[in-house]
Each structure stands twice: as structure tokens, then as C-alpha cells.
């Protein structure tokens, strides 16, 4: 499975933005999806993801601002990103799995498939 993220940009702090993550050939249906994001100098951590039954979760830091879906064709994963803040810039990055479970969202090893990155700037 090969995936693509897209939809980074520059943002004023405060604005949106929605990546997208998509899968070249095939649907993402029944697939775990996660985002992950790593940020100069530091790790790469876990932003939000849900299971291909649905279960999701995501991290303290982005509840309330950063929502994860799927289309209805279930071909791309979106993650819409609001009231951005500058600690949000970082290098995001989406992650698939067809056999995650809800309680291996947060791992990054748990995951087979990687898209590239896409790099949000949230300026202050």
C-alpha cells in the first residue's frame, strides 16, 4: 500500500488546515489510519488514528481542535486541523495497518504502510 499525504501549508496561528492521506490503488477501507507528526529536534508522536471497526483516539494536546475521518468511498483519510497553534508545526505524516487494533494506535512500529510527509507551519 502506498500512501500520500498532501495538504500542509503555511497558517497563521488560530487558522485551519486539512491533510489528506490517500492510498494509490486501493481503498483504505478496513484499514487502520493514523497520523503521526514529528517536529525539528524532537520524535515523532501520535496525533489521532481509528481502526478500520472505527474505534479511535488521538493525543491530549490536539482534542478538541484536530478531527480524523474517512470519505464515503473510503479512499482518502482526512485529518481537518483547527485553531492551529505554533507547537503544532511539524511534519505530518499518515500511517496505515490492516490489523491494527484500537489499543495499538499510538504505535508506531504497529504500522506496515507510511506516506511521505507533509509539512504544517503555523506561524505566531
Known amino acids: 500500500v502506498q500512501l500520500q499525504a498532501f495538504g500542509g501549508g503555511l497558517v497563521q496561528t488560530g487558522g485551519s488546515l486539512r491533510l489528506s492521506c490517500a492510498a494509490s490503488?486501493?481503498?483504505?477501507?478496513?484499514?487502520?489510519v493514523g497520523w503521526f507528526r514529528q517536529a525539528a529536534g524532537k520524535e515523532r508522536e501520535f496525533v489521532a488514528g481509528?481502526?478500520?471497526?472505527?474505534?479511535?483516539a488521538s493525543a491530549d494536546s490536539v482534542k478538541g481542535r484536530f478531527t480524523i475521518s474517512r470519505d464515503t468511498a473510503k479512499t482518502t483519510v482526512y485529518l481537518q486541523m483547527n485553531d492551529l497553534k505554533p507547537e503544532d508545526t511539524a511534519v505530518y505524516y499518515c500511517?496505515?495497518?490492516?490489523?491494527?487494533?484500537?489499543?495499538?494506535?499510538?504505535?508506531?512500529?504497529?504500522?506496515?504502510?507510511w506516506g511521505q510527509g507533509t509539512l504544517v507551519t503555523v506561524s505566531s
Open positions: 481509528f481502526t478500520g471497526r472505527g474505534a479511535s
Open positions: 500511517a496505515a495497518d490492516r490489523y491494527l487494533i484500537a489499543s495499538s494506535l499510538r504505535t508506531q512500529s504497529a504500522n506496515d504502510y
Open positions: 490503488g486501493r481503498s483504505l477501507n478496513a484499514y487502520a
